[in-house]
């Protein structure tokens, strides 16, 4: 089966709020517009693939440009495999465009990334209800930075690299 969707959106802002100096303030008015496509395919009985695609136009009417921090561009694709009821396996991409900064931030827009993640997991192991989930996030170890103000910390904040995480869970 195929499912797809496409939203489109206008929004206007007043008295939008930013942090100037640590301080909160009101800034002026902001509009921003875009789109959306959605999508889930069951290619396969055993084969599913999701996926969206966003695309966001931002205007700081006091400025003139982008809202700070506001990607472009977003994605995600996500290709999941379910051999067995109790089998799964999910890859997921993920890809966030250059971010602008704000106009007073003298430094260059924050780079874009992608990350990719895998999970692994494996209900009714040995036990009905016993579930094991294993996986890694950003399995090639991106470098993901969220933007920090320019009078605070000049370097960005550096996200958490490749990660593995391991769970287990007991449902009755």
Same mark, same amino acid.
């Given at each position: 089966?195929?499912?797809?969707?496409?939203?489109?959106?206008?929004?206007?802002?007043?008295?939008?709020?930013?942090?100037?100096?640590?301080?909160?303030?009101?800034?002026?008015?902001?509009?921003?517009?875009?789109?959306?496509?959605?999508?889930?395919?069951?290619?396969?009985?055993?084969?599913?693939?999701?996926? %969206?695609? &966003?695309?966001? $136009?931002?205007?700081?009417? =006091?400025? !003139?440009? #982008?809202?700070? /921090?506001?990607?472009?561009?977003?994605?995600?694709?996500?290709?999941?495999?379910?051999?067995?009821?109790?089998?799964?396996?999910?890859?997921?991409?993920?890809?966030?465009?250059?971010? %602008?900064? &704000?106009?007073? $931030?003298?430094?260059?827009? =924050?780079? !874009?990334? #992608?990350?990719? /993640?895998?999970?692994?997991?494996?209900?009714?192991?040995?036990?009905?209800?016993?579930?094991?989930?294993?996986?890694?996030?950003?399995?090639?170890?991106?470098?993901?930075?969220?933007?920090?103000?320019?009078?605070?910390?000049?370097?960005?904040?550096?996200?958490?690299?490749?990660?593995?995480?391991?769970?287990?869970?007991?449902?009755?």
């Amino acid at each position: 089966s195929f499912i797809g969707k496409l939203s489109v959106f206008y929004s206007e802002m007043d008295n939008l709020i930013y942090t100037v100096k640590k301080l909160y303030s009101n800034v002026g008015n902001a509009a921003s517009k875009g789109l959306e496509l959605e999508t889930n395919w069951r290619i396969i009985d055993t084969l599913t693939v999701n996926a %969206n695609l &966003s695309y966001t $136009d931002t205007e700081d009417e =006091l400025t !003139g440009s #982008d809202f700070q /921090n506001s990607p472009s561009w977003l994605s995600n694709v996500g290709l999941i495999w379910q051999p067995k009821t109790d089998c799964t396996a999910a890859l997921n991409y993920r890809h966030v465009d250059k971010r %602008n900064r &704000s106009a007073k $931030d003298p430094r260059e827009s =924050l780079d !874009g990334y #992608d990350t990719l /993640n895998l999970t692994l997991s494996r209900k009714n192991l040995y036990y009905k209800g016993l579930t094991l989930r294993s996986g890694v996030k950003n399995l090639f170890d991106a470098d993901v930075r969220y933007p920090a103000n320019y009078s605070d910390y000049k370097q960005d904040y550096p996200q958490t690299g490749r990660e593995w995480w391991v769970q287990v869970s007991y449902e009755f």
